[in-house]
Each structure stands twice: as structure tokens, then as C-alpha cells.
């Protein structure tokens, strides 16, 4: 389907050409009037004076030749006639009829006729003729008649020099369909923007701000945009509660079995269990809170904050355990991702890089053409190539010497996925290891 950019564009070009055509049509047969009615009357001009002419020369009607002076007139077929007819039937002719003659109209009265026949040499011509009839008695028939070509041509300059004119309005009349659809679509790329916008912000749009035509579907975008601030924000608190309501019969769950581990029965599998059910239920609740999240809303998180607390962190549980955590953020970072989420994937990606580390593991965050890039990478075994897409599939652990429910990763893809990111593995250049690298927009 067309966009309304599309359609406006094209139907300002349809209406713009439709008006030129129709215009062009119109001042075209106006022009071919006005030429028709200039050369008519420039015949019947020549007409009089060939009548005023015979009227002196009727006693020797070949002097007329001398009398009537035009140069076209003496060369023969030149395109410009005259001839005059007595009542007896002789005919007497301009020398540019050379031995030719012109059809006088049938039925003739007294009264002037203008109009088309064949002249010399098959030529077509526009004659006048009349009866004329003088003081002493004699009647002539006179004939004034010139080429119909000098018509065609004097139409044809006439047009030609119209064409540039109708070019210059054709081209203002697309020049105007596009500041039109400019005009049009202006307040909906305003609509467009400021929804992106207020939703960030929290703020309701502004109905007068936009033309009376859009401003009640700016009302109803308040309400969608209200209807989903609600609904986002009760799902995330739904959410929170199961998980707040979970963690105590889990920790309840937990200290039995310390207790039990401690009268010395075998508690390893339930524990592992355990385990287990919290990195599933932990996932889940992290999948809802990103579906509920990622696709209705636009929230920006202070990702270089979020590096540099997580590195703090982690930089601590490194020490105890004799290891080194790099950290090289960009300032002024930030991405479209809830902090919680996007602080759950890189503690994620750290707590794995922790684990299988031997002295080193890294983080970088910087800004790309692509969005922005984070990039976690350890020292350890890595993992081979073509087993990348199994350890991103959910819990599952190519090594379990390793304690961990290998869950963090598939939990990390599952909360990009839900804001347009992606989370991709390969072998660190610098420390020969894993990397797992992040990119999502800005």
C-alpha cells in the first residue's frame, strides 16, 4: 500500500499534469481562434483593397495587376492569390495564379464567404469571396485567398512559443504537490516523533499542537499511550512480587538442606535442583519483565554508569579469588534497555567470564556505527565453534566442574532479543579466550 507521502506526491503530479493538459488544451484552441480570426481579417483586409482597386479599373480590368502592388502577387504560386470574375465570365488573375484558377463557393450571395479550397498546384487555401456590385451597373465576383500553410505555421509559432511557459507552470505545480506534501505530512512526522518522545518522558502529547484533522487521534494516543504505561507497569510489578514471593520458600528450601547436609545426609542433587528451579524461575521472570518492556517502551539506561558499577563489583570477587578485572567504558553511553535488564545481561556475561577465567577477564563498552558495543572476554578454555549455539540454548553446559546452572547466557539472548539486540560469541584476539559481544541500539 502506497504511504500518504506517496499518495500526495502522486496526486499533486496527477492534479498538476491533469490542470497543464486541460489549460494547454483550452489557451491551445484559444490561440488557434485568435489566428484564425487575425488571418481572416487580414484577408478580408487585401479583400477591399482589390474592391477598391476594380472599382477604378472596371473599364480595363488588366491594369489591375499594376494597381493592387504586393511582390507575393507577382510570383507565381508564391501562396497569395487574387481574381475577379465579370458577369460575361472572363477571368482576370494576379500573376501569382500563373495559368491556374480558384473555385469561386457555390450559392454565393452578396454577402462575404470565407472559406477552404484547393488553389494552385493542389494547394490548400482560405479564400473570401463576394459579388460585388458597382455604380454603373457591372458585377464582379472577387476572390482574395492565401495559403493555408501560412495559417498552420503562424498556429505553430504561436504554440511553440507557449510551450516553455506551460513547462515552467508544469514544473511549479510539481514543486507546489511537494511543499503540499510537506505541509500534509509535517504534522504526522511531528505526531511520529513526539510519541517516541513523550513516552520517554511520561508526558501526554498536546492536541491544539497539531491540525484539527489529527488532534483526535492524539487523544486516543493518550489513552494508548496511558492504557500502556499501565499495563508495562503492572507487569513489571506482577513479576517482582512472584519473584519476591519465590525467593522465601527457596531460601526456606535451602537452609533445610544445609541442615540436613550438616546431619550428614547426601544432599548434593536436591541442592543442584534447587538450583536449577531458581535459574528457571529466574529466567522466566526475566522474560516477562523484557516482553512487557522492550516492545512498548523507549527507556534509556546510563549504560557507562551501570559498566562502571558492575566492574566495582566484580572487580572484588575477582580479588578473592586471585584474578583481574579490565574495565574501558566510553563516558556518556547509553542504550535503549531498562537498567535492570541491561545490568542483568553484563552481570550475566561477567559472572561467566569469572568462572571460567584463569587470571584475566575484561569489559569494554564503546559507541560504534552499529549502536553501542559491549564486550566481555576472559583468558579461559574458550569454547570451540561449533558448539557456540548449544551453550546459548537454554541450561545447556558443555562442562559441569564448573558450578553454575548454565542458564546466564540464554537468559542474556532472551532480554536482547526483547529490545532488538544481539549477543554473539568467538575467541578473544588479546586473551584467547571466550568473548561475547553485545550490540544494541542507542
Sequence with gaps: MLSLRQRALLGGIASGALSVGV????????????????????????????????SATTDDPE????????????????????????????????????????????????????????????????????????????????????SRSELINERSAAQRNLLPVFGLVGLIGVASSLLLMSAIVGPLRKLRADVARRW??????????YPDEVSPLVEDLNKLLHRNREIVTGS??????????????????????????DAGAHTEPAEDALTRIDAQLGRSLARMRASNTGELT?????????????????????????????SDCETGLRVRMDPQDIEEVIGNLLDNALKWSRTTFQVTA??????????????GPGVPEDQRLEILRSGNRLDTSVQGTGLGLSISVDLLNAYGGKLELGTSESLGGLTCEVRIGM
Design 63 to 146: 491594369t489591375l495587376r499594376q494597381l493592387v502592388f504586393d511582390p507575393a502577387y507577382s510570383t507565381p504560386y508564391s501562396g497569395r492569390y487574387w481574381q475577379v470574375t465579370d458577369t460575361t465570365g472572363a477571368i482576370y488573375t494576379s500573376a501569382s495564379l500563373f495559368d491556374e484558377k480558384i473555385a469561386e463557393p457555390p450559392l454565393a450571395s452578396g454577402e462575404t464567404t470565407i472559406w477552404n479550397t484547393i488553389g494552385p498546384d493542389r494547394e490548400a487555401i482560405r479564400s473570401v469571396y463576394q459579388k460585388i456590385t458597382f455604380e454603373d451597373g457591372t458585377e464582379w465576383g472577387v476572390t482574395v485567398a492565401e
Design 23 to 54: 489549460g494547454t488544451l483550452v489557451v491551445f484552441s484559444y490561440i488557434n481562434t485568435r489566428v484564425l480570426e487575425q488571418f481572416d481579417g487580414a484577408l478580408q483586409d487585401r479583400h477591399t483593397q482589390l474592391v477598391v482597386g476594380l
Design 366 to 379: 564503546r559507541r560504534t556505527d552499529r549502536g553501542i558495543e559491549i564486550c566481555v572476554e576472559d583468558d
Design 236 to 261: 513489571r510489578r506482577q513479576a517482582a512480587d512472584l519473584a519476591h514471593a519465590l525467593k522465601t520458600p527457596t531460601a526456606i528450601l535451602r537452609n533445610e538442606l544445609a541442615d540436613l547436609s
Design 200 to 209: 520517554d518522558q511520561g508526558d501526554d502529547l498536546v492536541s491544539e499542537d
Design 298 to 326: 523507549h527507556p534509556k539506561t546510563d549504560l557507562s554508569n551501570s559498566v562502571e558499577r558492575l566492574s566495582r563489583l566484580f572487580s572484588v570477587m575477582a580479588e578473592r579469588e586471585g584474578k583481574t578485572l579490565v
